[in-house]
């Protein structure tokens, strides 16, 4: 981004290496102590370290709001960002960013049903099995007025608890949940990259055909560490953060499907809200233009985007995708060694460059705000501006 920027800057962080693993580490350890606590009359405390583990993995792998780990070894992770200034005084800030970090592969992935059950499926029943004994004990000691008295648990939980006991090594296939190589991450999501280097290289060419934007200031910014719980671009917001206050932040994460344009309204498993007003002017720019788009919340269990630490530093950002989570018919590919360069629609590419071009003009011109109709004959004449082709960008 260098070669089309006014500046470019490289800042490093500090990560914990296998942090995203640890929490499945951590169950297959915790399970036999919970299981011993209840063996010897102690459910109370079982019951207490299960509560302490899902607030930890809960605020680690749901909500995206980890607690430091001392005793992790330390990596250095990567942010890039470049800027390029307007002709005018700055008036007004827009960011592109994504993120250029892949994620682990699972090691199950390819397993059928049955086996994959075994692997995962009954390792995590077994260990929300102890959390539920632990409370149908506390019920039981209540009742006998044995609760906070050292006891040996009745003959029928005794057999039960010593079979979730003996069951321990089935938990050891967690250990090994994350495989050591990582997916291709072709659309997950190095094409955002991409994207974002193709956008500082259109508003270089403009400005060098003394077409310069007026006021705004653009930031391009390619983030590491996302797949490690947005670690990267939350380290690039607390340092940068107060640079760029009241900016815009459209933000590119896994574009694959050209009939799936979305516009994240709320974001990491849909607790953390982002600016709805923004994504769904966005998605109005779309439809202006000719593009089905819509405006939705990431759904539960679908993890999270950089534009929620956007939001956190109190920016106004959205995330754009294209990821078919409510259509069968189109595979899931993120995350997975099929993740290649074969997945990505590229007309989900070239629509992704038009909106955002669009979005640069009506922030310039100061009429972002005010709505905008489609009309077929202006649909016509943009689908043929070479300056919106995303094939005439690559090759300018």
């Known amino acids: 981004m260098a070669a089309f920027c006014d500046t470019a800057e490289q800042s490093s962080f500090e990560l914990e290496s296998g942090v995203h693993a640890l929490p499945l580490k951590v169950a297959v350890i915790l399970y036999p102590v919970l299981v011993v606590f209840q063996l010897v009359g102690l459910p109370y405390l079982s019951l207490a370290l299960f509560l302490l583990y899902f607030w930890y993995a809960g605020k680690e792998l749901y909500l995206y709001k980890p607690i430091p780990v001392r005793f992790l070894k330390r990596e250095k992770g990567v942010n890039v960002h470049a800027v390029l200034q307007p002709k005018g005084p700055v008036e007004q800030t827009l960011l592109f960013t994504s993120h250029h970090d892949s994620a682990p592969l699972f090691t199950y992935n390819k397993l059928d049903r049955l086996t994959y059950a075994k692997k995962v499926g009954l390792p995590v029943f077994l260990f929300l099995g ?16 044995l609760l906070l008295v050292p006891n040996v648990p009745s003959i029928a939980s005794l057999i039960l608890l010593l079979l979730f006991l003996f069951s321990s090594p089935l ?14 991450g072709a659309g997950d999501n190095l094409v955002s990259v991409g994207m974002v280097i193709q956008l500082a290289r259109y508003f270089h060419w403009k400005r060098s055909c003394n077409a310069p934007l007026a006021n705004t200031r653009l930031v391009f910014c390619s ?28 933000n590119f994460d896994s574009m694959y499907h050209s009939d799936k344009l979305t516009f994240l309204e709320r974001d990491v498993n849909g607790h953390q809200p982002l600016d709805a007003p923004l994504a769904r002017r966005c998605a109005e720019i779309a439809q202006s233009m000719g593009y089905a788009a819509t405006c939705e919340s990431i759904p539960r269990l679908s993890g999270g985007t950089d534009a929620a630490e956007a939001s956190r530093a109190n920016l106004r950002a959205c995330t754009l995708t294209s990821v078919g989570w409510d259509d069968r018919t189109k595979p899931a590919v993120y995350h997975t060694e099929d993740d290649t360069v074969a997945s990505i629609d590229p007309k989900s590419v070239e629509m992704a460059l038009s909106v955002a071009i669009r979005l640069v003009e009506l922030v310039d011109q100061k009429r972002l705000w005010e709505p905008e109709h489609p009309k077929q004959e202006k649909q016509k004449e943009e689908e ?9 960008l690559t090759h300018r």
């Open 130 to 145: 102890s959390g539920l004994l632990s409370m149908v004990q506390i019920l039981s000691e209540l009742v006998g007025g």
């Open 384 to 392: 043929s501006d070479p300056k919106l082709t995303f094939s005439k």
């Open 223 to 250: 983030f590491d560490a996302e797949e490690m719980g947005l670690r990267g671009s939350r380290a690039w917001y607390e340092q940068n953060g107060l640079n760029f206050e009241s900016a815009l932040v459209l």
């Open 171 to 184: 938990l050891l296939s967690l250990w090994n949940f994350h495989a050591k190589t990582g997916s291709p």
